[in-house]
């Protein structure tokens, strides 16, 4: 039987077996909030910095007004690894409107809720996917526009990428491309994307509806240090079925090469030498305690700050 692990609700840390929310809660009634993913390597959380930055934009433009500080947040999520032991992780932290009545009137609603969940968990598309890369299709779906549930908020109303993914499903294959309104190539239903032709990365830019991702930035830069030429542009279906390699990145993904969109191979169809050099590079990165929070039994590590050598937790 898998471990139960406590999940923090509310400033209690309960067994995730026995975590519960009221039924009335406009988070589960109306997908009336915000979450984050967030991965720790070797005792290392990496970007916390980052990612609380993007949850707190995130109620800023829902107008959810937090219970808590950046501050108790982070202390909150590094006693919930510490409680459940985990150096190697990934990490849920969800924010609900709150206990309300029916009916969508956020008025209703008296007190946001916090919910983190830390436990293990593998790359999502697989690790065999990081190497052999994934097959997809274009999804009939079309991501939603900014001007509409914007992906820009990464809120819990995950209909679009959802229908997407079951689109993928039924064709056999792990992931689908969505397009924006225009036609342009937006994102996958839970990563972004990149291609590589001649040497040059080209990724779609937020007009066209996608998540500010983490994981996305952090290739942006990794990519101009190595010297490879990177723009942020619009990218029609024609470029991708073109594209010498075509990647996906996400938190829960991290790197993955696309083999395969709509039964057109994509270059080779094995994952590429830019796409690989990138992922390699990542791999360190991420391990890199310069980048994240370090975690311990009884202390807190802001990155960017080398900490003694008997505060350092190991793994």
Request: some cysteine.
């Amino acid at each position: 039987m898998s471990k139960d692990y406590l999940v923090y609700v509310d400033g209690d840390f309960v067994p995730g077996s026995e975590a519960r929310i009221s039924v009335f809660d406009h988070g589960f009634l109306y997908g009336d909030g915000i979450f984050e993913g967030i991965r720790v390597y070797s005792g290392c959380i990496f970007r916390l910095a980052e990612h609380l930055e993007r949850l707190w934009q995130s109620a800023k433009m829902l107008m959810l007004e937090m219970p808590i500080s950046i501050e108790q947040m982070e202390r909150a999520i590094v006693e919930a690894l510490n409680r459940n032991s985990l150096v190697e992780a990934y990490i849920r932290v969800l924010v609900t409107r709150g206990k309300g009545t029916l009916g969508i009137d956020p008025r209703t609603c008296e007190k946001c809720s916090v919910v983190i969940i830390t436990q293990p968990l593998k790359p999502l598309l697989g690790e065999k996917a990081k190497l052999e890369g994934v097959r997809t299709i274009i999804a009939w779906v079309r991501r939603d526009s900014v001007d509409a549930t914007s992906h820009e908020i990464k809120s819990m109303n995950y209909l679009n990428s959802i229908l997407a993914k079951i689109e993928a499903i039924n064709a056999g294959v792990t992931e689908a491309i969505l397009l924006d309104r225009n036609g342009f190539v937006s994102e996958g239903s839970a990563e972004n994307l990149f291609i590589v032709k001649n040497g040059r990365i080209s990724t779609p830019p937020m007009t066209a509806g996608i998540l500010p991702g983490v994981t996305r930035q952090t290739i942006i830069d990794l990519a101009g240090d190595l010297g490879y030429p990177i723009v942020e542009r619009n990218i029609t279906p024609y470029e991708l079925f073109s594209a010498d390699e075509v990647f996906l990145t996400g938190t829960a993904a991290e790197v993955v090469p696309v083999r395969e969109i709509s039964s057109r191979p994509i270059g080779s169809g094995e994952r590429g030498p830019v796409t690989a050099r990138l992922a390699e590079e990542f791999d360190r990165f991420k391990r890199d305690p310069r980048n994240g929070v370090l975690i311990t039994e009884d202390i807190r590590i802001v990155a960017g700050v080398d900490p003694p050598e008997e505060n350092q937790r190991t793994s």
